[in-house]
């Protein structure tokens, strides 16, 4: 295990070594800002760290969770910032203005409606969840959601345990921007606070895009951390949402009604089950 966190912060600092604001102490004009050097794209072998081959027959147990990331919350707040692109360099944006900006290129081709990929979907359903055009009075006004309108993350992964290797591990499967219903946007009659699922990802057919995409280091502005890693280390704070049980995968809202206090007990719960599951599976 600390073998396995060594490899992945080597990894981290070294990709934020080559790709921190290149060429910056040498540019001699600002459109040498950002550009290699022959000598930089001969040494980048920059790319996601790939994930193993798991056999199913080494999978001794497994759980698929659904969570939630709160962008509120102060450690969540890397990928939601920044909110405003006009004063700022074109390598720092949101995870939302990330996947928006994959899926229009092309790079991120794997978007579907729910997270279990039963429809996928095209970029102009997507573009019709987002762009909501209304006509008042002979005027014509455009709604978008965007990062700021984007107040969360569903994400669905499963934790298993390795036998092969003795641990247990966690693999993330799929991710939504949390946003409100665009239809309402803009109408001051209607107060609607809910959270709905924009889309899903399928998370790694869209890793590549998000190692490309690099998070603002507070502590060390020359080695930012990209998305991907910050993903695939867990460095956020999430709630269970549900979990895949016996009852067609029901949310814990579901048969814990009306009292956020003890959803929040039933959460942790489901997470002190998983992380006890480790240490059942070794005792005899």
Not at 189 to 204: C, G, Q, R, S, T
Request: net charge negative; aromatic share 12%.
């Amino acid at each position: 295990m600390i073998k396995n966190c060594v490899i992945i912060v080597f990894a981290i600092l070294t990709t934020g070594f080559v790709n921190a604001q290149a060429n910056l102490l040498n540019a001699k004009s600002v459109d040498q800002i950002g550009v290699k050097s022959d000598q930089q794209l001969a040494a980048d072998n920059d790319g996601p760290i790939p994930y193993g081959y798991v056999d199913d027959r080494d999978v001794l147990w497994s759980k698929v969770v659904w969570e939630f990331i709160d962008l509120n919350q102060k450690i969540n707040l890397p990928y939601y910032f920044p909110i405003d692109t006009t004063n700022i360099s074109s390598d720092r944006r949101s995870l939302f203005y990330t996947i928006i900006k994959g899926i229009k290129q092309g790079k991120i081709k794997e978007a579907y409606d729910d997270s279990f990929f039963t429809s996928k979907i095209t970029q102009q359903e997507i573009d019709q969840r987002l762009i909501n055009v209304r006509e008042e009075n002979g005027y014509t006004d455009t709604f978008r959601i965007q990062t700021e309108d984007v107040a969360g993350y569903m994400i669905k992964g499963m934790w298993y345990f390795d036998k092969r290797q003795g641990e247990l591990k966690y693999r993330m499967l799929a991710l939504a921007p949390m946003g409100k219903d665009v239809q309402t946007l803009g109408v001051q009659e209607i107060e609607d606070d809910e959270l709905y699922e924009l889309f899903w990802i399928f998370f790694p057919s869209a890793r590549e895009v998000l190692h490309d995409a690099k998070v603002f280091n507070p502590k060390n502005a020359s080695q930012p951390i990209s998305f991907d890693h910050l993903l695939n280390a867990r460095r956020f704070s999430s709630t269970i949402i549900r979990e895949e049980n016996i009852y067609g995968n029901r949310a814990i809202e579901d048969y814990v009604r009306g009292n956020s206090l003890f959803q929040l007990l039933e959460a942790n719960k489901i997470k002190e089950d998983i992380r006890n599951r480790e240490i059942d599976m070794w005792n005899y």
